[in-house]
């Protein structure tokens, strides 16, 4: 099966992206699919930093040649992990669909969520010494990924401030995009110009973050993903690459809304999905029907506290 290369947390364009009303209502705190902040709250409820690649792209050569990882077999979801019917959020809170206008706030989220995160250290050791740097470059990725087909952006918005408070990226297999998605749409004729664009701004107005600085996770998943991918029915999985909410927030169930949101649509289609999960989340993600098969924390990775990478079968 041919590799693919993973895309990685991304850019922003300039400082007035940034806006100022965000970053107060956003960095206070966020609850995602990493390690939890040092505070006494609830099991975090997410997952990954680096999404497993877009299959539209070859994957970068893999360079582990002593790592071995055990492969542990996967069960199929049973009847009471499945999600069906409507997913009903608490009173003050609406999911929708994410918009381009939205990437700057769940940017914010993103940062303020997996910033302490060890494998963060690894990818981005000077983010804390640019943290504008930091934020532009995870904007344009997040703004390279809203226009990339098979990348679905759902947001968590309170009522009252009319902002997100959370969010998750699922990435589906371009093979099952329908032909007017593909083909007919506007977004599909736009999409290229829009990454186009990014790709400039990068050029133009590079930041401090080395553009490589996921290379490290490419070569470890690169490894991984043959024995990972290994039916037809994990290819056609759906990839949960990251779900987060404001960490005041949580213990609401506002985490488990957002990931029944999504598991609802993969029940729908009868298909599976995985995830790559930071430490300490694997309980959680067994209730919704997650088995733990293999380790993404492995080689290069080594010293990193989390990367148990589950599937829903």
């Known amino acids: 099966m041919p590799r693919r290369r993973l895309p990685y947390p991304a850019t922003l364009l300039s400082r007035r992206l940034i806006p100022q009303h965000h970053n107060r209502i956003i960095l206070r705190a966020i609850t995602t699919s990493h390690p939890p902040l040092p505070s006494p709250a609830p099991t975090p409820v997410a997952v990954q930093h680096v999404p497993p690649p ?11 040649t002593t790592t071995t990882t055990t492969t542990i077999p996967a069960t199929t979801t049973t009847p009471q992990h499945r ?14 669909r994410g918009l381009s206008s939205d990437v700057d706030a769940v940017t914010s989220l993103y940062r303020a969520s997996f910033g302490r995160d060890s494998l963060l250290d690894v990818l981005f050791p000077t983010r804390d010494a640019h943290p504008r740097d930091f934020h532009a470059h995870i904007y344009r990725h997040f703004q390279a990924r809203w226009w990339t087909l098979g990348w679905d952006l759902t947001v968590l918005v309170d009522d009252a401030l009319g902002v997100p408070v959370g969010f998750t990226w699922w990435r589906r297999p371009l093979d099952q995009l329908s032909f007017a998605e593909r083909w007919l749409s506007p977004y599909a004729w736009f999409a290229p110009l829009m990454r186009l664009y990014v790709r400039l701004k990068n050029l133009l107005l590079p930041t401090r973050i080395p553009a490589d600085s996921t290379a490290v996770f490419t070569r470890v998943y690169g490894e991984i993903e043959p024995r990972l ?6 290819r056609a999985a759906w990839y949960l690459s990251t779900i987060a909410t404001l960490p005041s927030l949580q213990g609401r169930g506002l985490g488990g809304v957002l990931l029944r949101h999504g598991l609802r649509a993969v029940d729908d ?13 694997e309980p959680f993600y067994r209730k919704y029907g997650f088995e733990e098969v293999e380790r993404a924390n492995v080689g290069e990775l080594a010293g990193w506290d989390g990367g148990a990478i589950m599937f829903r079968e």
């Open 54 to 64: 877009p299959q539209s792209r070859p994957a970068a050569a893999a360079i582990m």
């Open 83 to 96: 999600t069906a019917g409507p997913v009903a959020c608490p009173p003050g809170y609406h999911l929708r």
């Open 229 to 234: 991918l290994c039916s037809p029915r994990r």
């Open 269 to 281: 289609r009868g298909l599976a999905c995985f995830l790559v999960g930071v430490s300490g989340v």
